[in-house]
C-alpha cells in the first residue's frame, strides 16, 4: 500500500496517513487504503457538521484547513473527495459546493434530496476552487427570533448553522440570551429582579425590545427562562466559534427600563414616545457618564453570560425615535466609544432600512469600524449607497420575508444584475452580503440562489434554474425543469420598485370584500405572471415517482399551496359582485367554493410538518417549567402570528396579521372562522336588506390567541393526492 502525505495545514510539517476502517474519536476517517489518513482535529467541526448531514457518506470526504482567507477547493476521486477550506465552515462550504455541482443533489432550508446521492461519491471532473467574492457574509434580520421560532431549541439551532456554513455564512446575528444581559445589568441600576421580569418582554416579542420598539408586552419573563436561554445562546455562540462563523451580538446603545433617572439622578433620559401602539422604551443619553457606566456594565455582563465577540448589532433612531435635543453625531461618538472601550477593534452593525442609519450618524465615527447591512438593495431604483454612506463598508441584502410570511419568489432578477454592478463599480464600498428574511426557512430556491452570490462573478439565472432543478431532486426531469423555469419567469422575476416580496395570500386576510392583502404592509397585488406561475403545479405533479424525495415533497405542497392562494384573488371578485348585485345564488356559489379552497388548502398543509401550527406551539409550550407558564409562552406564540400584540398595537397600529402564514391549523381554525363569520354576516344581510353587523375581529382573534387546545405536530396524507386535488379544483374553477 502506498502511503500519501499531505500538509493539512498551511505551514504545517506533513503528516503520514495510515489506513483506518471507521471513523472514531481519534478523527480517523474510512476511505480507500492509499487515500485514508489521519485527520487534523481543528477541522473537526466541519466532521462533526457532516456527521450529521451525511452519516453515509461523511468518510467519503477528506477535510483540511489551508491558510487561504475564504477560499476552498474540491478534488480527489471516485469516493475519496478532497476538500479544503480557510475555516471549517468554509471547508462545508466546498462539500456543499460539490454536493450541488458535482454529486447533483440539494440540502437546503427547507427539503433534501440528500436519498439520491450514490452509494460511492463521483469525482469532479477537475480541481474545483472558489474565493469568497466579499469578505462578509452576514445572515439573519432583527427580528428572525420572533417570526422564524422564538421557541427553537439546540437541535433545531444546531440544524441551522450546519446549513448557514454549507452555504458560506460567516457572520450570524445571535440575540438569543440579550435578556439575561439585561437582567444583570439593571440589578446594578436599582432595579428588583422581578421588575426586569415583568419588563423584559417573552421571547417571541424580544426583538422589538432589542430595537427599542417595546418592552413587557407579553410578560413577565420567568428566571428558568431567562437562565435556559442564556445556556442555549453559549451554545450556540461556542458552536459558531467552532466552525469559523462570526457571531453578531447585540450592543447597548441607550435603552432602559422606565424610571431610570429616578434611580440614578445624574442620568439624562429621553422618552421615545410610541411604536405602532406601543410604549417606547426610554434613551439613556449616550453622550454622558451613566450611559458609559451602563454600556461597560452590558459588555461586562454580556461576555460572563455569552462570551465576547468582535462585531455588535445596533441602530440608532431605527424607525423613529426621539433625539430629545441631543446632538446624533455626539450620540453616535458616545455609543462608538463605549464599544471600542469594552471591545477594542470591534465593528457597529447597522441596518440599513429605510434613512437608517441617518448620515449624520456616521458623520463624527470610525466608519472603517461600521459595517451596514442593507435590507433594500435589491427593493428600490433610486439607490446610491456610496453617496447615501460615503465611505462606509457595507452589505448587499435581501429581505425578501416579511413575518415569516409562505410565499415564494424574490427579486432574484435583481440580485443577478445590480449585485455585481455595485460590487464591481470604481471605488465601491460594498464587502459583503446580507440574507436577512424576517421569518427564515421558507423559500429554498431564494436561500440557495442569493447565497451563491458570494462565490461567483456572475449567475445566469435560465442556466442556474436548470441545475436547481435537477439536483433539488436528485436527477434530471423535463417536468421538473419546467416546472422551475416557470417559476424563474414569474415569482423569481419580481423588479425592484417598491417591494422585496411576493404579496401574501388573502385567505389569511381580516375578511373583506375589497381586501388586497392580508399584512397591512405587505404588496397589494401579486408582482408577476400569475398565468405563468400556475404551469409550475401541474409540471411538478408529473414529475418521475422515482424523484419524490424530501425536497419535491416540500416543494410540491408549497407550490399547490400558493397555486390555490394565488386563485383566491380571483375569486374574492366574483364573491363581492355576487354580493353587489345582491344574487344570493351567485353568493352562496362562491362563498361555497371559498370555504372548500380553504379546508382543501387546510388539509394540504396538513401533509408536511413544515406547514403544520402544532410544532410552533409545542416548542413554546416545551420551554416552560410549569403549567401556567406554558400558557403565557403559548399566548405568546399564538399572538405573534395573529393579533401580533394588545388592542391599539393591533388595531390602530395595523400589526394584526402582519405574520400571517399558510400553516395546517391556523388556516383551519383562525382564518376559516373569520371568513365564516363574514360570510354569514354578508349572507343574512342580503336576506334582510340590512347593513352587515359590525365584528370585533380583534376579539375574536385574542380569543383564539389565549387558547391551549392542541394541534398536530406529524403530517398526514398523501401530499400528491391532495396537490391533484388543487389542480384539479383550479382547473374546474377556471373551465367553470
Known amino acids: 500500500m502506498s502511503v500519501k502525505r499531505r500538509s493539512l495545514l498551511a505551514g504545517a510539517a506533513a503528516v503520514p496517513v495510515l489506513a483506518t476502517t471507521k471513523s472514531t474519536a481519534a478523527s480517523t476517517i474510512a476511505a480507500p487504503p492509499d487515500v485514508a489518513y489521519v485527520e487534523p482535529t481543528n477541522v473537526r467541526p466541519a466532521r462533526e457538521s457532516l456527521k450529521r448531514l451525511l452519516p453515509k457518506h461523511h468518510t467519503q470526504f477528506a477535510l483540511s484547513l489551508t491558510g487561504e482567507v475564504d477560499r476552498f477547493t474540491v478534488s480527489g476521486r471516485e469516493a475519496a473527495i478532497e476538500v479544503t477550506g480557510s475555516t471549517p465552515a468554509v471547508v462545508l462550504t466546498g462539500v456543499n459546493w460539490y454536493l450541488k455541482h458535482v454529486a447533483g443533489v440539494d440540502v437546503s432550508w427547507p427539503g433534501s434530496s440528500l436519498s439520491a446521492l ?309 471605488d465601491s464600498a460594498v464587502s459583503g452580503i446580507a440574507w436577512m428574511p424576517e421569518g427564515a426557512g421558507r423559500d429554498p430556491a431564494a436561500f440557495e440562489l442569493f447565497a451563491e452570490l458570494a462565490w461567483r462573478d456572475s449567475i445566469d439565472l435560465g442556466e442556474w434554474f436548470a441545475d436547481y432543478a435537477d439536483r433539488r431532486y436528485g436527477g434530471a426531469d423535463d417536468n421538473a425543469r419546467t416546472a422551475w423555469d416557470a417559476l424563474r419567469r414569474s415569482a423569481y422575476a419580481m423588479p425592484s420598485g417598491r417591494w422585496a416580496e411576493a404579496a401574501d395570500g388573502l385567505f389569511g386576510a381580516r375578511p373583506g370584500l375589497d381586501v388586497t392583502h392580508a399584512d397591512y404592509f405587505s404588496p397589494e397585488f401579486l408582482r408577476y405572471d400569475a398565468a405563468v406561475f400556475a404551469q409550475a403545479l401541474p409540471a411538478l405533479l408529473d414529475v418521475d415517482k422515482s424523484l419524490h424525495n424530501d425536497a419535491y415533497r416540500f416543494d410540491l405542497v408549497d407550490v399547490a399551496r400558493q397555486s390555490l392562494v394565488n386563485a383566491g384573488r380571483e375569486l374574492l371578485p366574483r364573491v363581492k359582485s355576487a354580493f353587489v348585485n345582491q344574487n344570493k345564488k351567485q353568493f352562496d356559489k362562491h362563498t361555497r367554493t371559498w ?120 403530517p398526514k396524507g398523501d401530499p400528491h393526492a391532495v396537490a391533484t386535488e388543487v389542480r384539479d379544483a383550479l382547473a374546474d374553477f377556471r373551465g367553470d
Do not use: C
Not at 421557541?151 to 450546519?162: C, F, K, P, S
Not at 379546508?599 to 410538518?609: G, K, Q
Not at 402582519?658 to 381554525?669: F, H, K, M, Q
Open 118 to 426: 450514490a452509494k460511492r461519491l463521483p469525482a469532479p471532473r477537475q480541481r474545483i476552487e472558489h474565493t469568497a467574492v466579499v469578505r462578509h457574509r452576514f445572515a439573519f434580520n432583527d427580528t428572525h427570533e420572533g417570526y422564524t421560532g422564538p421557541y427553537r431549541d439546540w437541535t433545531a439551532w444546531e440544524r441551522e448553522l450546519d446549513l448557514l456554513a454549507l452555504h458560506g455564512y460567516n457572520e450570524v446575528l445571535l440575540t438569543t440570551g440579550t435578556d439575561a444581559v439585561y437582567r444583570e445589568v439593571f440589578t446594578e441600576f436599582g432595579y428588583s429582579a422581578a421588575e426586569l421580569r415583568e419588563w423584559i418582554p417573552l421571547p417571541g416579542h424580544q426583538p422589538w425590545m432589542l430595537m427599542q420598539n417595546l418592552s413587557a408586552f407579553p410578560g413577565p419573563i420567568s428566571q428558568h427562562l431567562l437562565d435556559s436561554r442564556a445556556e442555549l445562546a453559549r451554545r450556540i455562540r461556542t458552536r459558531m466559534a467552532e466552525l469559523g462563523i462570526r457571531p453578531v451580538l447585540p450592543g447597548y446603545f441607550g435603552t432602559i427600563p422606565g424610571g431610570f433617572a429616578k434611580r440614578n439622578q445624574q442620568a439624562r433620559t429621553v422618552p421615545q414616545g410610541v411604536w405602532y401602539g406601543f410604549s417606547r422604551p426610554d434613551w439613556l443619553d449616550p453622550t454622558g457618564n451613566e450611559f458609559a457606566k451602563v454600556a461597560a456594565s452590558f459588555y461586562r455582563h454580556q461576555a460572563q453570560l455569552l462570551g465576547e465577540a468582535d462585531m455588535y448589532k445596533m441602530d440608532l433612531m431605527h424607525e423613529g425615535g426621539d433625539p430629545g435635543g441631543i446632538p446624533i453625531p455626539d450620540a453616535a461618538k458616545g455609543v462608538a466609544l463605549a464599544l471600542q472601550r469594552a471591545r477594542p477593534g470591534a465593528t457597529w452593525v447597522m441596518l440599513g432600512w429605510r434613512k437608517n442609519p441617518r448620515t449624520d450618524i456616521l458623520t463624527d465615527i470610525d466608519t472603517s469600524r461600521v459595517l451596514i447591512v442593507d435590507g433594500i438593495s435589491d427593493r428600490f431604483d433610486d439607490l446610491d449607497r456610496e453617496h447615501t454612506w460615503p465611505g462606509t463598508p457595507y452589505a448587499f441584502g435581501t429581505i425578501p420575508n416579511f413575518g415569516g410570511h409562505t410565499t415564494i419568489g424574490a427579486n432574484a432578477k435583481v440580485w443577478a444584475k445590480r449585485f455585481g454592478q455595485w460590487r464591481t463599480a470604481p
Open 595 to 714: 370555504l372548500d379552497w380553504m379546508r382543501l388548502l387546510d388539509r394540504l398543509l396538513e401533509t408536511d410538518r413544515r406547514f403544520l401550527l402544532g410544532p410552533w406551539l409545542e416548542a413554546a409550550r416545551r420551554s416552560a417549567r410549569t403549567a401556567d407558564e406554558a400558557k403565557d409562552l403559548e399566548y405568546d406564540a399564538r399572538t405573534i402570528v395573529s393579533v401580533w400584540g394588545h388592542r391599539s398595537g393591533s388595531d390602530e397600529g395595523r400589526l394584526h396579521d402582519y405574520a400571517n402564514r399558510e400553516l395546517a391549523g391556523l388556516v383551519s381554525d383562525l382564518y376559516a372562522m373569520r371568513w365564516r363569520r363574514y360570510f354569514d354576516s354578508l349572507a343574512e344581510s342580503l336576506d334582510s336588506g340590512q347593513a352587515p353587523q359590525h365584528i370585533d375581529w380583534f376579539a375574536l382573534e385574542h380569543e383564539w390567541a389565549s387558547k391551549t387546545d392542541d394541534h398536530a405536530t406529524e
